[in-house]
Nanobody
Framework: QVQLVESGGGLVQPGGSLSISCAVS????????MGWYRQAPGKQRELVAN???????IIADSVKGRFTIARDNAKNTVYLQMNSLKPEDTAVYYC?????????????WGQGTLVTVSD
């Protein structure tokens, strides 16, 4: 069974840095785009960043220049490095991956990891 397991997250002060990661476990045929969404209290889920197998990225304007997304295809893992964090970055961060298992292809989601930016 395919699962996405997130790690990292936690409490950080404004201006600080944090890194979160997400590893795909289980048997897959291919893993395509991977990325991160976030959802703040009372707000809709929004795309933070994604990255293709070839390394092309999309970064949300709200985090551009502060967040970096990367992936290790050998480890089936995607990373999000978050710098210069602001209180408005506080949210539950969800990783996702577009995965094909045999002849079926769909998005899989992690359980979410809470990032809190506060003094």
């Amino acid at each position: 069974q395919v699962q996405l397991v997130e790690s990292g997250g936690g409490l950080v002060q404004p201006g600080g840095s944090l890194s979160i990661s997400c590893a795909v476990s289980g048997r897959t045929s291919s893993i395509n785009t991977m990325g991160w969404y976030r959802q703040a209290p009372g707000k809709q889920r929004e795309l933070v960043a994604n990255i293709t197998t070839g390394g092309s990225t999309i970064i949300a304007d709200s985090v551009k220049g502060r967040f970096t997304i990367a992936r290790d295809n050998a480890k089936n893992t995607v990373y999000l490095q978050m710098n210069s964090l602001k209180p408005e970055d506080t949210a539950v961060y969800y990783c996702y991956a577009d995965i094909r298992v045999l002849f079926k292809r769909r998005d899989y989601w992690g359980q979410g990891t809470l990032v809190t930016v506060s003094d």
